[in-house]
């Protein structure tokens, strides 16, 4: 069964810092790995989705890489703002005819920047 | 394009009484998948379904929980008899096929009192 762990659980920094979150997971037979982020209350706000096949994807301050081998993904902010703060959560996928595109989720990652 | 569409957003309900959670799918989108998010927990995947079809149900409670995607109509998950560690948000996302990616919905909360 995969298990996905997201550490720190929580994390502090001035606004402009540039920070790494981490994800690890127990099995490398994956199909794709997803960053999300979700405000509090709120629904799921989609990050970057890497694919299996993929190392590494970026969308303007955020990169996510993905390590298979090593069962481990990191979701990299540059210069971070205030209104980055939110939960992020790490989402590892498997694939099956019988059970679709199944997301395993961690516990996230409580992010604060402080202006 | 709406996006998924969860209703209602909040939902309270005593104990003993039955909850109806309905979802949305995009346009075009014939699978759906519901997720349940418990207080402090992660989001843990319930159940897989195409239209007319639980394609996968692993991860439903044994009891009281249900789920349906019928042919015309929105995507239903349905819990009889609510007991207070039903108390969630759920969540379901919706894919044109089963090998693309999906879009989730913003959630009901589900609150047992």
């Known amino acids: 069964k995969q298990e996905v762990t997201q550490i720190p659980a929580a994390l502090s920094v001035p606004e402009g810092e540039n920070l790494v979150l981490n994800c690890s997971f127990t099995?490398?037979?994956?199909?794709?790995l997803q960053w999300f982020r979700q405000d509090p209350g709120k629904g799921l706000t989609s990050l970057l989705l890497i694919q299996s096949s993929q190392r590494e994807q970026t969308s303007g301050r955020l990169n996510a890489s993905l390590d298979k081998s090593s069962g481990r993904s990191t979701l990299y902010i540059a210069a971070s703002q205030p209104g980055d703060s939110a939960t992020y959560l790490c989402?590892?996928?498997?694939?099956?005819?019988?059970?679709?595109?199944?997301?395993?989720f961690g516990t996230g990652t409580s992010l604060t920047v402080i202006p | 394009n709406a996006g998924v569409m969860q209703n209602p957003r909040h939902l309270v309900r005593r104990r003993g009484q039955e909850a109806r959670l309905r979802c949305s799918p995009m346009?075009?989108?014939?699978?759906v998948y519901w997720y349940r998010q418990l207080p402090e927990e992660g989001l843990k995947f319930m159940v897989y379904l195409q239209k007319e079809n639980i394609i996968d149900e692993s991860g439903m409670p044994k009891e009281r929980f249900s789920a349906e995607f019928p042919k015309e109509g929105p995507s239903i998950l349905r819990i009889q008899q609510v007991v207070r560690g039903d108390s969630a948000a759920y969540f379901c996302?919706?894919?044109?096929?089963?090998?693309?990616?999906?879009?989730f919905g913003s959630g009901t909360r589900l609150t047992v009192v």
């Open positions: 996302a919706s894919s044109p096929t089963a090998y693309e990616d999906y879009t």
């Open positions: 099995d490398s037979a994956i199909y794709n």
């Open positions: 989402a590892v996928g498997i694939f099956g005819s019988n059970t679709g595109n199944q997301f395993y």
């Open positions: 346009k075009g989108h014939s699978h």
